[in-house]
């Protein structure tokens, strides 16, 4: 009888994952999953985690033994060998790259083994199986479906393809997109195809930041990068062309410059005004947004004359010494991003801020005070709580940053005092339509 109820409890636990060399995974019915953050492990409970949406990705991490937690010892334990084998060989951690909407509460709990190599430029979300099914250690902030695999059949992206070359038969923009959608499966070139929600509008080669986590340039021997760079600068007419296409087959449509395929989109400034100028004589439906490093306050304010809705300004942290650690900027510091913002919002532009969480990091206790400060002194209008894409143990090691585990108040707790604190702020993960923005200021 004391087996049976045993066993009825131990089923409750969340349990820990873990993958064979052949990349089969399975679970321990008395090892306890675990989360990470700062190099800190936490016994994960029912209230840290939420049911693994089909679009997520679960990763083997090579060279990197899994970690639990015994309810027997009391003690944390990694696994250096797989207990399923018949032979001695090693097994592995399991993460979790959670689907568009979902932010990481707690990394991937694991031990690294001597020589591991940097992991790819992906976030690393702890996971378990839990209730018959796997669950990850999240949370979700943005439930439009704007990027979900279940809109974006791959016969009818295919066809739609084909159907815009002939549309668009001399515009390289749209070739270039071509790739982004059917090589690197980018979900926003494909909902242009599509005619969805928001249409990417790469622009520049070039960039004025050397961020460590950027996904279209690494330099030397670094991490590889997950989508290249576009190669030339389109002109105004055929970004133009592209947005008015959108804006026209869209009930309620987003076109943005700043791609993961391109580097600052400030650098070709100019530009970039004069295609805005294009779009605003012609239509004034939709939104034009322009995601950025937001390092040249002067163009921002030409932008948003010229007819800019909207920016979205991305940053790991609001403490300047660790944005410039990850960022490394060229020519700007911290404060040209503030005053960039501050030229929006004199002239009445929507601003989001592309908030890359690390967890450990961005609900720790200072960069959680810094935060309510920069959200009083900017007056922003949105906070996209977006996963920041780097190695969890490695970012860290590269900023510096050693946070006392009991200065970790939880992803989830910051989210949720922040919009307590701040009702008029937005929440999500996608840059907002008008009629979003409008329907949060009850317009």
Same mark, same amino acid.
């Not at 622009?203 to 989508?227: D, E, L, Y």
């Given at each position: ?27 321990? $019915? ?6 990470? %953050? =700062? /190099?800190? #492990? ?5 209230? *840290?985690?939420? !049911? ?70 992906? $976030? ?6 839990? %209730? =018959? /099914?796997? #669950? ?5 902030? *943005?439930?439009? !479906? ?298």
């Amino acid at each position: 009888m004391t087996c049976d109820i045993t066993t009825i409890i131990m089923k409750e636990y969340p349990k820990l994952l873990i993958a064979d060399k052949n990349k089969e995974v399975y679970d321990l $019915s008395n090892v306890e999953a675990v989360g990470m %953050k =700062g /190099g800190e #492990y936490f016994r994960l409970e029912a209230k *840290d985690l939420v !049911k693994l949406h089909p679009d997520s990705e679960l990763f083997l991490l090579p060279d990197r033994a899994p970690v639990g937690y015994d309810p027997e010892s009391g003690n944390f334990l990694s696994l250096d060998q797989n207990p399923f084998a018949e032979k001695k060989e090693p097994c592995y951690a399991v993460a979790a790259f959670l689907a568009p909407g979902f932010t990481v509460t707690h990394s991937a709990a694991y031990r690294e083994r001597p020589k591991a190599a940097i992991l790819p430029l992906f $976030s690393y979300a702890a996971v378990c199986f839990y %209730k =018959g /099914g796997f #669950y990850a250690a999240g949370i979700r902030v *943005d439930r439009e !479906k704007r990027q979900e695999l279940s809109g974006m059949s791959a016969a009818r992206l295919e066809k739609k393809v084909k159907s815009f070359r002939k549309i668009f038969p001399k515009n390289r923009l749209v070739r270039h997109l071509e790739t982004c959608a059917l090589c690197y499966g980018c979900p926003a070139a494909k909902n242009f195809f599509l005619s969805r929600y928001e249409a990417p509008l790469p622009t520049s080669p070039v960039c004025n930041a050397r961020c460590i986590g950027c996904i279209s340039h690494q330099p030397g021997k670094g991490c590889s990068v997950t989508q290249p760079r576009i190669k030339f600068i389109p002109t105004p007419e055929e970004i133009a062309e592209v947005a008015l296409f959108h804006i026209k087959e869209v009930k309620d449509p987003v076109v943005s410059f700043g791609q993961g395929c391109e580097g600052e989109p400030l650098m070709v400034g100019e530009v970039l005004i004069q295609a805005v100028r294009l779009i605003r004589k012609a239509t004034t439906k939709g939104i034009i947004n322009l995601n950025t490093n937001a390092s040249k306050p002067n163009l921002i304010g030409k932008l948003f004359d010229a007819g800019l809705d909207s920016i979205r300004v991305s940053a790991n942290s609001v403490q300047s010494k660790y944005y410039a650690a990850y960022y490394m900027p060229k020519g700007y510091s911290f404060k040209d991003v503030k005053a960039s913002i501050k030229e929006a919002k004199k002239r009445d532009g929507f601003v989001s801020v592309n908030y890359l969480a690390m967890p450990g990091f961005t609900d720790s206790a200072g960069e959680v005070k810094t935060l309510k400060k920069f959200i009083d002194e900017t007056d922003i209008d949105m906070i996209q709580w977006r996963n920041l894409n780097y190695d969890p143990v490695r970012y860290f090691k590269k900023l510096h940053i050693k946070t006392p585990k009991q200065d970790m108040i939880g992803m989830d707790v910051l989210i949720n005092i922040i919009h307590k604190e701040y009702p008029r702020l937005m929440k999500g993960y996608f840059n907002p339509s008008k009629v979003r923005i409008h329907r949060k200021q009850g317009k």
